[in-house]
């Protein structure tokens, strides 16, 4: 695969169930970046936690978003910046990520819970029950107007999110 360093590292963020994953394969795809699926780097006390019904809090989420900061990073340093899948719930999360790696844009896939809920009861997921998403709800913080990010609708089709996170790419 051919890469390309002239776009920014990003974390393809939002509550589970929303596409981070799908998405952000699409998107290191077209504009050839390396994709990482954060959901690989958590450790198992926090998949087991969540597998048995039981959200993160901050310091179980604290060393898998230094290791995703550590990736970004490394990537950037590798000259392939990566795009990785990862909640980024909260401003302090994504603040500790800035700090690995200050470049680091964030697409937001937001929607309605009634949505996002739907699909999370249509999917089986390793450790991920659909009965956390309220959690994940109350935890997420907007986006604030002074970070790096593009936020995009996921009632939009996979690719359609793609071509507008492309487009916001192409024209900053």
């Known amino acids: 695969m051919m890469t390309n360093p002239a776009y920014p590292p990003m974390i393809v963020m939002g509550v589970s169930g929303c596409g981070k994953s799908t998405v952000g394969q699409k998107l290191a795809s077209r504009l050839g970046l390396a994709f990482i699926d954060g959901d690989d780097l ?55 990520l800035r700090s690995c790696e200050p470049d680091t844009v964030f697409v937001h896939l937001s929607g309605s819970p009634e949505l996002i809920q739907s699909r999370l009861d249509e999917r089986s997921h390793e450790y991920m029950p659909p009965t956390l998403l309220a959690s994940q709800l109350n935890t997420l913080e907007a986006i604030a107007s002074d970070e790096a990010a593009v936020e995009v609708e996921v009632s939009l089709s996979p690719d359609e999110i793609v071509a507008v996170v492309a487009l916001h790419l192409d024209s900053v």
């Open 42 to 96: 958590h450790p198992k006390s926090n998949k087991d936690k969540m597998a048995a019904g039981h959200p993160l809090n901050d310091d179980d989420r604290r060393p898998w978003l230094e290791t995703i900061g550590e990736a970004l990073a490394a990537s950037v340093a590798a000259g392939i910046p990566a795009i990785i899948a990862c909640s980024a719930l909260k401003r302090s999360y994504r603040d500790l």
